[in-house]
């Protein structure tokens, strides 16, 4: 069972050109203790107007996920 929860959350925008916000998702990061030293991390990324877009958001995050995993190894 979980001793503690700690939840982030945080709107996501790109930025047209002219630096207009285009349209917004909100990522949210959930941290679970899962005791022992273990902590579990729950990612979030809602709601997209297109596939392609999570889609393409998805592999993104999944690359930066694998990169943190490379990085907290060395």
């Given at each position: 069972m979980?001793?503690?929860i700690s939840e982030l959350g945080?709107?996501?925008?790109?930025?047209d050109e002219s630096g207009n916000a285009e349209h917004e998702t909100v990522v949210t990061i959930t941290l679970?203790?899962?005791g022992?030293?273990?902590?579990q991390l729950t990612f979030?990324?809602?709601?997209?107007?297109?596939?392609?877009?999570r889609y393409?958001?998805?592999?993104?995050?999944k690359e930066t996920?694998?990169?943190?995993?490379?990085?907290l190894a060395a």
């Open positions: 979980s001793a503690s945080q709107p996501h925008a790109w930025q679970t203790d899962l022992r030293g273990r902590t979030h990324q809602a709601f997209f107007l297109f596939e392609a877009s393409g958001h998805a592999e993104g995050w996920l694998d990169n943190r995993e490379r990085y």
